[in-house]
């Protein structure tokens, strides 16, 4: 016959009660452990996969400032070229001429936007609070920012792009239909507010303006990389 849980207990000596007792909070105490190394786990998990999609977005705007230097030494190179021929073209084929109409004429205002979602996401979500890495977390809010720079003055080159070139770009100082790529492009070169800006593009960037932010955010991912794969 079982014994009833009284008669149990008055038969239990000292220790019966210190192994139970132990037991019992060693079991609470492993589940809290568990679950804390469970949400650990899920909050290591949630910042590897966010400093991945940071990595990805910084590689994307490393390309995107890799096609901003292509465009602006492209334009450069022309414009120095329309200098030494003190902005004729009446020497050049008639594909160089319209390689240079494209390179001086085309497109208005900034062809690209830098992307910058990965770091709001990061800290709206308060991720970047629980690494414990302070050095990564104020070297990714010093790579954006950075990134903002790029911005603001690539827009400041774009912007002022737009105003010189606008009126011929919409059309409103263009000629007939009729007439062709290299008499309209002669037209143009002949403004001196065009010439005046063709001969400030050289200038307009620093020479080392697009290698010093490539550099910034291609030293970023390395360490992304390495930190999270």
Known sequence: MKKTL?????NWKIGDYVRQFSIVTGGVLLTLWLSDQMSEFSKQKDIRTAMRLISS????????????????NEEKRVARRLQETNFSIDE????TVETYYRRIMNGMGKPYLLLIDGWDMFKITG?????DNYQLVYGLSRTYSDIHMFDEKISIFYH??????????LGAK???HDIGIRENFARILNDKTIQ????????????????QFAK???SMVAIIEKLYG
């Open 160 to 169: 002022r792009r737009s105003e010189m070139l606008a009126a011929y770009q």
């Open 6 to 10: 009284k008669k149990r207990l008055k």
């Open 174 to 176: 263009h000629s007939s």
């Open 216 to 218: 910034e955010l291609e």
């Open 196 to 211: 005046g800006w063709i001969t400030s593009v050289p200038y307009a960037l620093e020479e080392d303006f697009f290698d």
């Open 92 to 95: 050049f084929p008639i594909d």
């Open 127 to 131: 991720l970047a609070s629980d690494i």
């Open 57 to 72: 977005e910084l590689q994307d705007d490393l390309e995107i400032i890799r096609d901003y230097e292509w465009l602006y």
